[in-house]
């Protein structure tokens, strides 16, 4: 493989890493990284509530509700701006914290400012940072989506071919969009997967947000409690989003929050938090009187909100199906078609992706980060396997996650297999050079491993250790421990 420029798409955390890793090669003529938002930063860029009305359609995935914009016929061209949903809004609300301790979150060669737990603007102002913090706040390019990604084959091209990107730059004063195209040997996909918000289909809801309009919203738009005040309000879901947003607002909604939950978490345990009543699944919204009825046919009158905390769908709607051969995602199975190790494409050896497995986030993005630099600098310690050992290694992930009924994505901590995944990456990318060119991938030092299973932002209900009475603080190394 022969790279000499690299594109990476997206400066969240994941990008920020990237570009470090790509610099810190010394390899690698042009790099440049497509930021979409005014600044780097990613999901952690707090945006203001907005009264902007978006679409709300249950049930219907990315390729639906975030398509990709038509392509101008000749570029360079400056087009009136696009009016499309994008959804580059991001869910930061105002009493957001982080919820991994930071010695085991932030990147390996500079630790938050304070923790275990910071305000969400302690990691945006961090990731923001870190661009400067290696000097690669040159490789920028900020306002510019990445509207379409396609491979062009050409015999002359030492590669068989390159990639070429469309981009759009937005200025929003001129109510302009700059479009023109670049070419680039390699790619690197670090654009994230919580903007997309998923609603589910449930009998009646498309009727009910018509009726009633504003009445049901996502926890992408939610950003403090006070419209909220002594209003009646129904919760769904309890993952992390669900247990922030109902916990938030218990102290100013009318009591109790019904909060409709699917299945029990970790946090959750035999009863309910004071002030909250669990309800089980929606089973239909009636817009005829406003009404909203649950699987255990239980009905709830006079709802001033509903507020579903259901997570995000992954979206790549610059991925050009046609030139590239095949498509990317499964939007039906959440899972990136031809992956190996949620890193590598195996029908591109020359697209990358950082930050896709739902695991340590930060930390686990700089392990793939180095994997790809050193891949692209032909200096990784070993090659990777073959295409068949590859898509046997992604089969067996495929019947495995049907067969345990677990995401293909998701990598659990309890198992062992954090510690397995990111161990490959570690052993394939090896050492930087004898003169210091390419970043070292981190140890997982046992410290970060006790802070991840020891310290926690939400108790743990049954699980957590009550610290005794007579504890010395050395005993918790000065850590906040969390009381259940
Ligand atoms: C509400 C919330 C709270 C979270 N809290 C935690 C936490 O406490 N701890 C933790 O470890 N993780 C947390 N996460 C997970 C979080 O997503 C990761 O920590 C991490 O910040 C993801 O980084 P990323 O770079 O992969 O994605 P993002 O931060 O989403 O960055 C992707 C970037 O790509 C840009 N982009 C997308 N498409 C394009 C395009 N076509 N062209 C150009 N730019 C594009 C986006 O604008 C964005 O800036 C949280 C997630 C959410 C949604
Ligand atoms: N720092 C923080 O404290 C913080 C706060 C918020 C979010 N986050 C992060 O943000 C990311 C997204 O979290 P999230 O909570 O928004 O989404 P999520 O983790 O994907 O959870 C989605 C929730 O919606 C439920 N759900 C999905 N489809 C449903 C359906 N058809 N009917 C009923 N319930 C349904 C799920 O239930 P099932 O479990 O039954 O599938 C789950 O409870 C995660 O990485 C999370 O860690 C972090």
Redesign the pocket.
């Known amino acids: 493989m022969d790279v000499a420029s690299v594109a990476v ?7 920020a890493v990237t570009a470090s890793a790509l610099k810190a090669e010394n390899y690698f003529k042009r790099i440049r990284v ?4 005014e600044t780097a ?4 860029i707090q945006d203001v509530e907005s009264n902007k009305s978006r679409p709300f359609e249950p049930g219907k995935l990315p390729p639906d509700i975030d398509r990709p914009l038509q392509i101008p016929s000749k570029l360079p061209q400056a087009l009136p701006h696009n009016q499309q949903e994008r959804w ?1 809004e991001t ?2 609300y105002k009493s ?1 914290t ?3 301790p930071h010695i085991a ?1 932030c990147f390996s060669d500079s630790i938050f400012p304070y923790g275990p737990f910071v305000p969400h603007y302690v990691a945006r102002q961090y990731i923001e940072n870190y661009f400067s913090l290696h000097q690669t706040d040159s490789f920028l390019e900020l306002n ?3 509207e379409d990604l396609s491979w062009v084959p050409s015999s002359s091209h030492k590669n068989g071919g390159n990639w070429k990107l469309t981009l759009r730059k937005g200025d929003v004063a001129r109510r302009q969009d700059m479009w023109w195209e670049e070419h680039f040997d390699a790619v690197i996909l ?6 997309v918000p998923y609603v589910p289909r449930v009998p009646g809801l498309e009727s009910y947000t018509k009726t009633y309009p504003g009445r049901v919203s996502h926890s992408k738009f939610y950003r403090s409690p006070e419209k909220y005040y002594n209003k009646r309000i129904i919760v769904v879901g309890n993952s ?2 669900g247990h922030d947003v109902a916990a938030d607002l218990v102290s100013v909604a009318k009591k109790p929050i019904y909060w409709s939950i699917r299945s029990k978490t970790r946090w959750d345990g035999p009863e309910a938090p004071e002030g909250m009543e669990w309800k089980p699944t929606i089973e239909e919204f009636r817009a005829e009187d406003g009404s909203v009825l649950f699987s255990d046919g239980s009905i709830l009158e006079d709802i001033d909100a509903v507020i579903y905390c259901t997570g995000y769908k992954s979206s790549f709607p ?1 991925w050009n199906t046609a030139a590239n051969g095949h498509p990317l995602w499964d939007y039906k199975t959440d899972r990136m078609i031809g992956n190996y190790q949620h890193t590598f494409l195996r029908s591109s050896p020359t697209i990358g992706i950082v ?1 896709l497995p739902r695991t340590l ?2 930390r686990s ?1 700089e392990y793939q980060a180095i994997a790809l630099a050193r891949l692209w600098s032909n200096r990784n310690k070993f090659p990777l396997p073959s295409i068949a050992e590859q898509e046997k290694w992604e089969m067996e992930r495929i019947r495995q996650s049907q067969e345990n009924k677990t995401k293909f994505h998701n990598i659990p901590w309890d198992t062992g297999e954090t510690h397995e995944y990111l161990n490959y990456l570690y052993s394939f990318a090896g050492l930087s050079t004898l003169a210091g060119d390419g970043r070292v991938p981190p140890p997982l030092t046992r410290e970060m491993v006790w802070a991840i299973e020891n310290i926690r932002k939400y108790p743990e209900p049954g699980k957590d250790k009550k610290p005794r009475a007579n504890v010395k603080e050395d005993e918790y190394r000065g850590w906040v421990v969390v009381k259940p």
């Open positions: 798409i997206g400066a969240g955390a994941a990008g497509f930021e979409r938002r930063g990613g999901v952690w580059e869910p930061i957001l982080t919820n991994v979150m510019t989506t990445v670090a654009n994230g997967h919580y903007s992390a989003s610059f930050g986030t930060f993005f």
